[in-house]
């Protein structure tokens, strides 16, 4: 009997994992590392708290679910400040960490500088805002496959922005600026092309650089001209200064903007002043069916999810959703998978074309009323 005990002893032994007298719990499969990138620090560091905290609320509803294909979702934070040579960093420590995917970037010119980084390590990027139509049509020239955008891209958005100015300013003047960032100066040229296709030709056009504050000589330049309507392309803080500079000088035409002035930080800089202010910006996912009960969630926490923030969400269940199409977390069943079908999400169905942009994007306009921005009603 003693041998027989001690036999028994030398075979759990011998087990790894296996304790005598304890029950076996096997180890939990290692979590699946997903980064998200963007401006986390610095002026439009608001915007990174959105896709943030959008992409961690859509790994904790997922990982509620069971995760994707049995294994957890773990989410890493690169601040790449909207700066290309930090976010080509961020992207290197992500491919050293093993990310198997990267919710990012913001800036388009952060995005095109780290997507070079993902395709050489074989890591997914689907970005909820880059806009930049270089981001996918040079990745595609390039043969790679890795890149998404949910965001729409900046000919789409720019001509939103200039049939609206055709229509509503025919045979009067318009201005447009531009802030000589990739994301800006695309959306400017954008919607000059499409203003000018419809036969409004713009009185002058005019670049500043990020970073200015006074803008009193360019306001000066507006008023002379007799503009009755500014198209400016570029990021919040310059736009708030110069629309608050603008109503100081006495300027009353009307500015209208890209999607970069959802946020609040805009109405910081710009106070009052920027009541009325116009921007293009893909639907309120807030208002929609399919994003309710998550809305919900963030409501809980005393968090609007504004912005970014839903779109952020979408790009986890998008990539959550193909790897359950594909059974697979390898690079090209992911692909394959997301050119394969659409996909329902908080924002929408969402598809992607053969270069990764999402299909068909629609466009909105929002104005800002009372320190808050809205759809605008159509016709209005």
């Not at 999810?305 to 069943?333: C, H, I, M, N, R």
Request: glycine share 10%; proline share 5%; aromatic share 8%.
């Amino acid at each position: 009997m003693r041998r027989f005990a001690a036999a028994c002893l030398a075979v759990t032994a011998a087990l790894p994992g296996v304790a005598f007298g304890a029950p076996n719990t096997p180890k939990e499969p290692e979590p699946i590392l997903v980064g998200v990138a963007g401006p986390m620090s610095g002026a439009i560091a608001a915007l990174g708290e959105e896709m943030k905290r959008g992409a961690q609320q859509a790994i904790d509803d997922i990982n509620e679910k069971g995760g994707v294909l049995g294994r957890k979702l773990k989410l890493a934070v690169g601040d790449d400040g909207c700066d290309p040579q930090q976010a080509s960093t961020v992207a290197g420590q992500f491919a050293q960490q093993k990310a198997v995917l990267v919710v990012g970037h913001f800036c388009s010119s952060a995005s095109i500088a780290a997507s070079v980084v993902y395709a050489q390590a074989g890591i997914m990027q689907i970005t909820p805002a880059s806009s930049d139509p270089k981001l996918t049509d040079e990745a595609a020239s390039k043969g790679w496959t890795n890149i998404f955008s949910i965001a729409g891209r900046a000919d789409a958005q720019g001509a939103a922005a200039g049939d609206y100015l055709a229509s509503k300013y025919k045979g009067k003047k318009v201005a447009i600026v531009d802030d000589r960032s990739p994301y800006g100066r695309g959306l400017a040229t954008e919607t000059r092309k499409a203003m000018n296709k419809k036969g409004l030709k713009e009185v002058f056009f005019e670049e500043i650089s990020q970073g200015d504050t006074d803008f009193r000589p360019l306001v000066a330049r507006l008023k002379q001209a007799g503009v009755v309507a500014v198209y400016f392309g570029g990021y919040q803080a310059e736009a708030g200064l110069l629309v608050r500079q603008a109503q100081e000088q006495g300027l009353g035409a009307q500015f209208v903007a890209g999607d970069a002035l959802v946020t609040d930080e805009f109405w910081k800089a710009s106070g009052p002043a920027g009541e009325g202010v116009l921007m293009t910006f893909r639907p309120d996912p807030r208002n929609l069916p399919a994003a309710q009960d998550v809305v919900e969630e963030f409501k809980q926490q005393d968090y609007d999810p504004a912005g970014y923030t839903l779109f952020s969400y979408a790009a986890l269940q998008v990539f959550a959703d193909a790897a359950g199409q594909a059974k697979s977390l390898k690079f090209a069943e992911l692909v394959k998978a997301l050119h394969a079908r659409k996909y329902n999400t908080v924002v929408g169905p969402i598809a992607f074309d053969k270069k990764g942009d999402v299909i068909n994007p629609d466009y909105a306009l929002y104005v800002w009323h009372d320190g808050k921005y809205e759809e605008q009603k159509k016709g209005s």
